[in-house]
């Protein structure tokens, strides 16, 4: 299956700053997708990047709070904007695998403080 | 809307104690049903992808089972590394890409 990098794979953050974070597959693919895991909970699709076409964000979510860039067909970024301690979260990126369903990352943790 | 509930929310079993997760799902035209594993602080590992009713998956001391409405993640016998939290999610028509997940089940078992 794909392996998946994330980085950074935790951060503590000061609330109004920004985050980006890199997620670096070691195959080309067409869709990279990001999640949010609040804590406690299950996870929740945040965006879908395709190459070469802006993101398309799911209800509840907006580029202006979650910049995403797919510059090529192994690697996404995902920013958290403007932080909050609401934010405050795992983020995974994902890619489908033919046989191996969806893979994860190993998430970043973030907390904002 | 497509919907996936997991029950329970936690099991605590002994070691070699047999037991089974379920996983409830609405969805428009099911394109698979997928199991995980997570870890605390980590991501979530693949373990099955079902596309049909009556199918069945097996991997080690896991075996995942499917019908119209639910999936079962039946554990037998399992060993202390088997504690993790069990995902269920499901891929439907309607959502190219999304999967909808439920909120877990988390398995403590003792040695």
């Known amino acids: 299956s794909a392996v998946i990098s994330q980085k950074p794979s935790r951060d503590i953050c000061q609330r109004g700053t920004s985050l980006t974070i890199q997620c670096q597959v070691d195959?080309?693919?067409?869709?990279m997708f990001w999640y949010r895991q609040q804590p406690g909970q299950s996870l929740t699709l945040i965006a879908t990047?395709?190459?070469?076409?802006?993101?398309?964000?799911e209800s509840g979510f907006v580029i202006d709070k979650f910049p995403i860039s797919r510059p090529n067909l192994t690697f996404s970024t995902l920013t958290v904007s403007n932080m909050s301690p609401e934010d405050s979260s795992i983020y995974l990126c994902?890619?489908?695998?033919?046989?191996?369903?969806?893979?994860f990352g190993s998430g970043t943790r973030l907390t904002v403080v | 809307e497509d919907q996936v509930t997991q029950s329970p929310e936690a099991l605590r079993l002994q070691e070699g104690e047999s037991s089974s997760l379920n996983c409830s799902y609405t969805?428009?035209?099911?394109?698979?049903l997928f199991w995980y594993r997570q870890d605390p602080g980590k991501g979530p590992d693949f373990l099955f992808t079902?596309?049909?009713a009556g199918e069945e998956k097996e991997k080690e001391r896991l075996k995942a089972t499917l019908t119209k409405k639910e999936s079962f993640l039946h554990i037998t016998a399992p060993k202390p590394e088997d504690s993790a939290t069990y995902l269920c999610?499901?891929?439907?028509?309607?959502?190219?890409?999304?999967?909808?997940f439920g909120q877990g089940t988390t398995l403590q078992v003792k040695p």
């Open positions: 994902s890619v489908e695998q033919t046989d191996y369903g969806y893979t």
């Open positions: 195959s080309q693919v067409t869709m």
């Open positions: 990047a395709n190459q070469g076409s802006e993101a398309t964000y």
């Open positions: 969805v428009s035209g099911l394109r698979g």
């Open positions: 079902l596309y049909s």
């Open positions: 999610a499901v891929h439907g028509s309607s959502n190219t890409g999304k999967l909808i």
